[in-house]
């Protein structure tokens, strides 16, 4: 395993971070960390990245223990914290030589790791990194922690405030990226993004609800699921939940997501139902399960 946790616990004070976390990652693989602000992820991250130690458990990055051979695992992995780090009055060119020094590298060692996201920012390579949009600071930081030619890679919730083009273009760089063996743990609160992962964690308040594919996820969802809309939307997320046969209710884009308890769902009812209460222009349609609906089961 290039990853592995075990029965990691962390607080700070009275507040339990992580409790009791265990799980792996294969070597090569692109695993998700799924999960809302506050969920525990960053905390697990500056573990596995020897910023931070556990209260209780164990944990090794590609083969590395990450209390005993913390100095080792400093060389083998690349981390991308939440935040944007680099030195924001440095040139992009002048980070990325900054961070090659560092690690005892060249730009020119490693360029062919990082050349399909570097060709993107080379055109700025003179401005300094202060001045780049949010997309292009994710490139250059991407860039600053794959220029040593990590095993590992850490990427704490990557896609944060950038553009829905730049998050697209960013996760087709992690497949290519894995497709030259680099083993990739990302953190996301969204869900949507869960789904190009090729095993994913679902956690919530320090603990994991479930790991496996997406797909096994979904598959295992209990119930079928309605989108639900109305001329009201207020009113009818507040109608659904008084109705004696709901199961599950909370807003989904423009619609509501809706389960029944019955095993059979009378459509017809709940229709006049919702009229009864005074609600107009209302279509129900059975709608395939996502990441976030499971999530929000696990949750319950």
């Not at 730009?107 to 050349?115: A, D, R, S, W």
């Not at 059979?264 to 209460?277: C, H, M, T």
Request: charged fraction near 25%; proline fraction near 4%.
């Amino acid at each position: 395993m290039s990853i592995t946790l075990k029965h990691i616990s962390k607080s700070y004070g009275d507040l339990k971070a992580i409790d009791d976390i265990t799980f792996d990652v294969k070597e090569g693989e692109l695993f998700g960390l799924i999960g809302p602000d506050g969920a525990g992820k960053t905390t697990i991250f500056r573990i596995l990245t020897t910023l931070l130690l556990a209260d209780e458990g164990t944990a090794t990055v590609a083969g590395y223990d990450v209390v005993e051979d913390y100095i080792d695992i400093r060389n083998h992995v690349g981390y991308m914290p939440g935040k944007f780090s680099l030195y924001q009055d440095l040139t992009v060119e002048e980070n990325l030589e900054f961070f090659a020094t560092i690690f005892g590298t060249t730009i020119e060692e490693n360029y062919e790791l990082i050349e399909d996201i570097y060709i993107q920012i080379e055109p700025f390579k003179d401005r300094r990194a202060g001045k780049l949009s949010g997309g292009m600071k994710q490139k250059l930081a991407l860039c600053c922690a794959l220029i040593h030619k990590p095993k590992v890679l850490f990427l704490d919730e990557p896609t944060t405030g950038v553009d829905p083009v730049s998050r697209k273009e960013f996760w087709e760089m992690l497949k290519r990226l894995q497709q030259k063996g680099i083993t990739i743990l990302v953190s996301t609160p969204y869900m949507d993004e869960a789904a190009l992962c090729d095993r994913i964690a679902l956690i919530q308040d320090g603990k994991i609800l479930e790991i496996n594919t997406p797909q096994e996820i979904v598959m295992h969802y209990p119930k079928k699921i309605y989108d639900i809309s109305a001329n009201n939307m207020y009113k009818l997320i507040l109608n659904l939940k008084e109705y004696e046969h709901q199961y599950s209710v909370y807003p989904f884009g423009e619609f509501v997501h809706y389960t029944d308890k019955r095993k059979e769902f009378n459509l017809k009812e709940l229709v006049q139902y919702l009229e009864g209460k005074g609600l107009e222009n209302i279509d129900i349609q059975q709608t395939p399960v996502t990441i976030e609906d499971a999530f929000m089961e696990l949750a319950k």
